[in-house]
């Protein structure tokens, strides 16, 4: 299934206002981590109050001591700095770098906005060396306007 073949299914769990935000999210990281090969981690990591850190939400995939991720720190925390996507090839090659487990190769993250505010982030970790395409940039980013108008 192509990213774009997966864009109804967003829409379709988000227009399910019988169900709670939590288990939306929930159910977005399940449609992603079960429908790309290399998306072997999906979550969502949000804003912790009016702290500078930032706190795990739901997702899917091994279970991970990074509940709180300091800004700065690691390629989340740089996110919600930069307000920028971040594409990581190779995690290796990166000195700011929070290993979540040895498996994990690649990283990816895209901020979540309101009101132009980065509320948040999708963050996918692939046991791949560089698959991240600039398709999936755009569709994360798809994705993440989608759980705004959510959020909002």
Not at 89 to 115: G, H, L, M, R, W
Request: hydrophobic share 40%.
């Amino acid at each position: 299934m192509t990213l774009n073949e997966l864009k109804p299914q967003i829409n379709t769990i988000i227009s399910d206002t019988n169900t709670s935000v939590d288990k939306q999210l929930l159910a977005i990281c399940e449609v992603l981590e079960s429908n790309v090969p290399y998306y072997n981690w999906v979550g969502f990591y949000f804003r912790n109050g009016n702290k500078e850190e930032l706190k795990l939400g739901p997702y899917v995939g091994e279970p991970t001591d990074h509940t709180i991720i300091p800004f700065g720190k690691g390629i989340c925390g740089q996110v919600a700095v930069s307000n920028e996507n971040f594409v990581v090839p190779d995690v290796s090659a990166q000195d700011n770098y929070i290993a979540c487990s040895i498996t994990v190769k690649s990283e990816i993250v895209v901020p979540i906005f309101v009101d132009g505010h980065n509320i948040g982030q999708i963050d996918i970790d692939s046991n791949t060396i560089d698959p991240f395409t600039e398709a999936d940039e755009r569709f994360l980013e798809f994705v993440c306007a989608q759980v705004a108008s959510i959020l909002s």
